[in-house]
């Protein structure tokens, strides 16, 4: 079992940035791909970002590419998102989820979940 506890959510203005953190605890020991998906209200889970076990491999989706950026410190057993240019549109529940030896960039390929982290944008 995995753990995940997502943290950094909260308010910004259009154009800001704000840094989310998913800290995993459990099976740590094990090798995980690990990804973002954010769900706005209405609409459903969305993938935004993903990186590999190694850290070597990243993906993102086209709405966010050059604004967000993921990492990962596996000594540290916590993966980032930066969030650039946040426009009001990106504004969601951000999820945090990990799936066993390979990235997920579906929400039923993720195998563990954390409790997600509110992103507002103000315009």
């Known amino acids: 079992q995995v753990q995940l506890v997502e943290s950094g959510g909260g308010l910004a203005q259009a154009g800001g940035s704000l840094r989310l953190s998913c800290a995993a605890s459990g099976r740590t020991s094990s090798r995980y791909g690990m990804g973002w998906f954010r769900q706005a209200p209405g609409k459903e889970r969305e993938f935004v970002a993903a990186?590999?076990?190694?850290?070597?491999?990243?993906a993102y989706a086209d709405s966010v590419k050059g604004r967000f950026t993921i990492s990962r410190d596996n000594a540290k057993n916590t993966v980032y998102l930066q969030m650039n240019s946040l426009k009001p549109e990106d504004m969601a529940v951000y999820y945090c989820?990990?799936?066993?030896?390979?990235?997920?960039?579906?929400?039923?390929?993720?195998?563990?979940w954390g409790q997600g982290t509110q992103v507002t944008v103000s315009s």
């Open positions: 989820a990990a799936r066993f030896r390979d990235s997920c960039r579906v929400p039923h390929e993720c195998d563990y």
């Open positions: 990186i590999s076990w190694i850290g070597s491999n990243t």
